[in-house]
């Protein structure tokens, strides 16, 4: 079955470490994203790549970076600059161009990040 | 005023009743709707796409009216298993057709 699988589920990071989240999808999308969700709050944009070796900045992307250099993976590290990192991150990847005002995201299952 | 705007809630309502959200949207020129369901502590889920004529999906049936900016989903005949929060996303073509995430309402069907 293809989908989108996100890993490790739960992820503690101590004060001043990078860490990274993986993303990896088999649906052949052309589009992937990478949101961050805070308790109260919607699902706010940290980056995104509509193809392989480009991506761009979505509305939070200080303290955090990411690279496209295959199509199927699409990781996002969290660096010791993202002051407030406790959070749900949540991958998706979508059709490219117009398909995706059609058919929308597919979500990985999110890894939860803790700061001890 | 932000993109994507929901009643919180929370809607506590109970088993077989008809239960309506609404969501507003600041883009006129937005195109592409969609209400997602989010169980506690998953991820999203797509629910479904909302139509400009509208459309139905068994209980379910989401509305748009672009004249007033806003879209609407409608569940009939709650079930328990309809429990979770209900998220409205919007995509605005000026952003390079980024989606904007409502906060959610949030559905507690009580038996």
């Known amino acids: 079955d293809g989908g989108i699988t996100q890993s490790p589920k739960y992820l503690f990071r101590k004060e001043g470490q990078n860490v990274t989240l993986s993303c990896e999808q088999n649906?052949?999308?052309?589009?992937m994203y990478w949101y961050r969700q805070d308790p109260g709050q919607g699902l706010r944009l940290i980056y995104y790549?509509?193809?392989?070796?480009?991506?761009q900045k979505g509305d939070i992307a200080e303290g955090y970076s990411v690279s496209r250099e295959k199509k199927e993976s699409f990781p996002l590290t969290v660096t010791s600059a993202q002051k407030n990192p406790t959070a749900f991150y949540l991958c998706?990847?979508?059709?490219?161009?117009?398909?995706?005002?059609?058919?929308?995201?597919?979500f990985g299952s999110g890894t939860r990040l803790t700061v001890v | 005023r932000k993109e994507v705007e929901q009643d919180p809630g929370p809607f506590n309502v109970p088993e077989g009743a008809t239960v309506a959200f609404n969501c507003t949207y600041s883009?006129?020129?937005?195109?592409?709707f969609f209400w997602y369901r989010q169980d506690c502590r998953k991820e999203p889920k797509l629910l479904m796409s909302v139509y400009s004529s509208g459309n139905e999906d068994g209980r379910f049936t989401a509305q748009l009216n672009r004249a007033s900016q806003y879209i609407s989903l409608l569940i009939r005949d709650s079930k328990l298993s309809d429990s979770a929060t209900y998220l409205c996303v919007v995509n605005f073509p000026n952003t390079g057709n980024q989606f904007y995430f409502g906060t959610g309402t949030s559905l507690t069907v009580i038996p």
């Open positions: 883009n006129s020129a937005s195109q592409s």
């Open positions: 790549s509509q193809i392989v070796n480009d991506f």
């Open positions: 998706a990847s979508s059709e490219g161009g117009s398909g995706v005002l059609y058919y929308g995201y597919t």
């Open positions: 649906l052949n999308h052309d589009a």
